[in-house]
């Protein structure tokens, strides 16, 4: 086996394999050359704006209180990653799921807090995210990422799509969330509609207007899937998945995750950094669900089965 760098960027290697009919290279030893190409990366240096980009949003989420040091630290390593992949789509990803997730987040922002309580004693809304909370929204996207990065073994359209899958229900779920709840309607439990409404923030509560602004993430996503792509069918298999992910996110939160409700208001309580809330004997119950996963753990187990289905569906080059 023979190893051929022509430069830095680029790594063949050229595999012996038999020869076929009409593919004869020498007669004595019938044998033809194949390469093989390895995974390339994009070099950080090379990406200035892709740079700048990250500087300002970590400044932003400093100054803003929207991740905690650690979150923040956790963002720009996964920032960096995503820069390295050989594809712009990855990155751009990563930002467009973060300025929908902030939009998203501001509007209706005092209502919310009325509809549910926290788990520390205050009232329900949103808190600066930590590392886990971070990680379990793109930590899919690092591993496929990370993967072709160190194995290779299939096209970048293969993990391009798998990326934007992940991050087409990633924000499908978080716009299905944050705006959803602001909903005129209350909201009815996915496993079982016909026993009428449940109380806003209610694991498993899904409402119309939550869908709709769910499918709308996928698309936002789709569509800058399609301008990196340009396949359409590909596009729509994004938000396609995209939709499938906010409501797998409902079914695991119905089905594996406890809610909690304050006995005295009755409001939905809230776990401080999306982790399990505490049962308070006398001042809180649980209403529903098991106590398997914390709502970070739902997100990485449903963005990672949308990413793997997009791996698995996408069509390679």
């Given at each position: ?316 080059i």
């Amino acid at each position: 086996m023979l190893v051929n760098a022509p430069n830095v960027q680029r790594i063949e290697i050229w595999a012996l394999a038999p020869a076929v009919s009409g593919r004869v290279v020498d007669r004595e030893i019938g044998l033809w050359f194949t390469p093989v190409k390895m995974p390339t990366r994009a070099p950080l240096l090379s990406q200035p704006i892709a740079l700048f980009t990250t500087a300002l949003l970590v400044l932003y989420s400093l100054l803003r209180h929207k991740l905690t040091p650690p979150g923040v630290l956790a963002a720009l390593l996964t920032a960096l990653l995503h820069i390295s992949f050989p594809s712009g789509l990855a990155f751009q990803s990563l930002v467009l799921f973060f300025l929908l997730g902030t939009i998203a987040t501001r509007v209706g922002h005092r209502a919310k807090h009325g509809l549910t309580t926290s788990s520390t004693g205050g009232v329900g809304g949103e808190t600066a995210r930590n590392t886990v909370q971070v990680l379990a929204n793109s930590g899919a996207a690092d591993i496929f990422i990370a993967t072709y990065l160190v194995v290779g073994g299939a096209s970048k359209q293969t993990f391009t799509t798998g990326i934007a899958a992940a991050y087409a229900a990633a924000a499908a779920d978080t716009l299905s969330s944050e705006l959803g709840i602001l909903s005129p309607s209350k909201p009815f439990l996915i496993t079982a509609p016909w026993r009428g409404s449940v109380p806003p923030g209610t694991n498993g509560g899904v409402t119309l207007l939550g869908l709709a602004a769910g499918a709308g993430g996928a698309v936002a996503i789709a569509m800058l899937h399609l301008l990196h792509v340009r396949d359409p069918r590909q596009a729509g298999l994004v938000v396609l998945l995209g939709i499938a992910g906010t409501v797998l996110d409902s079914l695991l939160g119905a089905v594996v995750q406890i809610t909690v409700q304050d006995r005295k208001s009755g409001r939905v309580v809230e776990g401080e950094n999306g982790r399990r809330v505490l049962v308070v004997k006398g001042g809180s119950r649980i209403s529903r669900g098991r106590d398997l996963l914390n709502n970070n753990g739902v997100n990485f187990t449903m963005t990672l089965a949308i990413g793997l289905l997009g791996l698995a569906s996408a069509k390679p080059i």
